[in-house]
Nanobody, 130 residues
Framework: QVQLVESGGGSVQAGGSLTLACEAS????????MGWFRQAPGREREGVAA????????????TYAASVQGRFTINWDHAKSTLYLQMNSLKPEDTAMYYC???????????????????WGQGTQVTVSS
C-alpha cells in the first residue's frame, strides 16, 4: 500500500527543461520498483523511465524509452521517499500527462510495462510548445 502524488508539471518551450516529482506516502514499506509513464491524446500509455527503488542496489538499475534516452534522468531519493524525472531538451512530442507508478514486487518483466505496477498517481500535465 502506497499513495503517490506527482507535481512539477507545466508548460515550457521546446528545448527547455522541467523536473517532475512523485512523493510516496502512507506506506508500510517503501516500493521496490518505480516508474514514469505518459499518455498523449489518441496514444497508448508509454513507459518513459523506471528504477529499482529498493534493495541493496537501490537506484543502480534504470531503464529508459528510446525516445527519451539521453534527455531524461530518473532518480530516487530514499530519504525523502520521492521519485524524480529530470527532463531536458524537451520536444513538442513530449507533451502528455505524466504518471508515477510503484510496486513492491520483483518481476522479470520490463519496468516500462504498465501492467507490472499496482499503484499509480493522479498524473501531472506537461506541455511543450514549438
Amino acid at each position: 500500500q502506497v499513495q503517490l502524488v506527482e507535481s512539477g508539471g507545466g508548460s515550457v518551450q521546446a528545448g527547455g527543461s522541467l523536473t517532475l516529482a512523485c512523493e510516496a506516502s502512507k506506506y508500510t514499506e517503501k516500493p521496490n520498483y518505480m516508474g514514469w509513464f505518459r499518455q498523449a491524446p489518441g496514444r497508448e500509455r508509454e513507459g518513459v523511465a523506471a528504477i529499482e527503488s529498493g534493495g541493496i542496489h537501490s537506484g543502480a538499475t534504470t531503464t529508459y524509452a528510446a525516445s527519451v534516452q539521453g534527455r531524461f534522468t530518473i532518480n530516487w531519493d530514499h530519504a525523502k521517499s520521492t521519485l524524480y524525472l529530470q527532463m531536458n531538451s524537451l520536444k513538442p512530442e513530449d507533451t502528455a500527462m505524466y504518471y508515477c507508478a510503484a510496486d513492491f514486487r520483483w518481476l522479470s518483466i520490463s519496468g516500462l510495462a504498465s501492467l507490472r505496477y499496482t499503484y499509480w498517481g493522479q498524473g501531472t500535465q506537461v506541455t511543450v510548445s514549438s
